[in-house]
């Protein structure tokens, strides 16, 4: 029996565009840190600023191009956004020891880890999967990469994240708990890191609610800026 034509879909390859090249970096995993500096763990009130870094995984699909915009999702009344660094994997490994992490590093993007933070908690809270507040249609928004030949010294950037203009966030990448090296051995632990794989850093603190008509944009110095609206 064939496959029904109704079981047919069409679906284009998920992309991030890189500064400087006509070809796009092709998107296999997304992970995101779940805390990775001590200001956000803070406001957040939970967890251990000493734990460990814990991983967690968005649809590769999610992603979404600057310049979008991102309908209000349901079931939320409470969508926020997290202002994050995203590191492009280029070369694949496992067990990567924190020394030898940079020459599996591609490049750097900023990126939004969007949450519906009302689901989040409840999870937190029952003790079960934060899926449903974090892994959802269009809950990735990612800006172009820059290939990591182009990138300033990382750790001395600045993340920002400003909603209608007004800044909420801001934060040196120093201040993350586990730098890129350390995560990429970690995770790398983990998982088996390949080509294609972007990873979430974690956010600072100032994580807010968005309303419907809000424009969020985020910047990591010396990157190409991320806007999203929120339909
Ligand atoms: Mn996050």
């Known amino acids: 029996m064939n496959i029904p034509a109704s079981l047919l879909w069409e679906t284009e390859p998920v992309q991030v565009p890189v500064s400087g090249q006509s070809k796009s970096f092709p998107v296999r995993r997304v992970y995101c840190v779940g805390r990775n500096y001590v200001d956000h763990i803070r406001e957040m009130k939970e967890g251990n600023e000493r734990d460990a870094p814990f991983f967690f995984q968005k649809p590769t699909d999610s992603i979404v191009a600057s310049g979008a915009t991102i309908p209000y999702p349901q079931l939320t009344q409470d969508f926020q956004f997290e202002g994050e660094l995203v590191v492009a994997i280029g070369e694949g490994g496992a067990s990567i020891p924190s020394d030898k992490a940079e020459a599996h590093i591609f490049g750097y993007a900023v990126g939004i880890d ?70 990429i051995e970690n995770l790398s632990q983990h998982y088996r890191l390949e080509p294609g794989d972007l990873i979430f850093t974690g956010t600072p603190a100032g994580v807010g609610a968005v309303s419907e008509g809000d424009v969020i944009r985020a910047d990591v110095t010396g990157l190409s800026a991320l806007e999203v609206t929120v339909a």
């Open 114 to 183: 969007m949450t519906r933070r009302d689901r989040q908690k409840e999870a937190f809270a029952s003790g079960r999967p934060w899926e449903i507040g974090k892994s959802f249609d269009h809950s990735a928004p990612c800006g172009e990469i820059t290939p990591i030949d182009a990138c300033p010294s990382i750790g001395a950037a600045t993340l920002s994240l400003s909603v209608n203009g007004e800044q909420r966030q801001r934060t040196g990448l120093g201040l993350m708990i586990w730098n890129v090296a350390e995560i």
